[in-house]
């Protein structure tokens, strides 16, 4: 790992991981024959292409990602050794996160309400030496003014300078965010990238790569693999009725 100073506003990461995933991988490969393989991905923060739509499969790893990104950071800037085989990272004034919450009670305290209020505290702070970590945000109105919303927050911090990674499985953000990059106001270039997916079996690969989002995000698959048996129900339905 070498450090960057700050007016640099660059990291490079190679190999990432997220550390919390390779500890359960090292305790499930203890009990288990077969070795649960720990995925790494790179990523390149820099003004020139800097703040990330990431979008992709559910259950695909845009979640651990994002949280690989943020521990490798923070971890650096505290001495620490890095979830990572290369490191090469500038100093952030502060990293931001938002991460869904449980609805609060009260007056003016739905979550797309709260989500808005958060927002405006982060962007008065916020500088071009941040980072900025957002997993499914503004999620919780209609999916159109969810898109809109969370274009308009991208424009905002793109323009700022921050960087980051925003997650999200609203597939029509990355190609409206990437229109921005045309604005001569914009001090971080937007890129899309997106989780890889077998396309015959749906079956996720955990590698992050450049590119718009697919039309799919495969919830199909998880609701097969998780969902309802619909045949057993029927015959419990048979059953309860007879």
């Known amino acids: 790992m070498s450090s960057r100073v700050p007016s640099e506003r660059r990291a490079v990461i190679k190999g990432i991981f997220d550390p919390i995933y390779f500890s359960e991988a090292s305790v499930y490969n203890l009990s288990h024959k077969e070795k649960r393989e720990v995925i790494t991905n790179d990523i390149s923060l820099a003004p020139d292409e800097g703040f990330y739509i990431l979008t992709g499969a559910n259950n695909g790893g845009k979640t651990t990602f994002v949280r690989a990104v943020g521990l490798c950071q923070i971890m650096a800037q505290a001495g620490l050794y890095v979830p990572a085989k290369e490191c090469e990272i500038s100093v952030c004034d502060m990293v931001y996160t938002h991460f869904p919450k449980e609805e609060q009670k009260g007056i003016d305290a739905s979550r797309f309400t709260t989500e808005i209020k958060q927002f405006k505290e982060i962007s008065d702070v916020i500088t071009n030496h941040s980072l900025l970590l957002m997993n499914e945000s503004i999620q919780s109105t209609t999916p159109k003014e969810c898109v809109d919303i969370a274009v308009s927050l991208v424009h905002i911090f793109a323009v700022l300078g921050v960087r980051g990674v925003f997650a999200t499985h609203l597939v029509d953000i ?69």
């Open 174 to 242: 990355a190609p409206k965010a990437l229109e921005l990059n045309s604005g001569e106001d914009m001090h971080t270039k937007i890129e899309s990238i997106t989780v890889s997916v077998d396309e015959g079996s749906g079956r996720r690969l955990y590698k992050i790569i450049k590119g718009l989002p697919g039309d799919t995000s495969y919830a199909d698959t998880i609701f097969e693999k998780f969902g309802l048996d619909f045949e057993a129900l029927k015959k419990r339905a048979k059953q309860m009725n007879s």
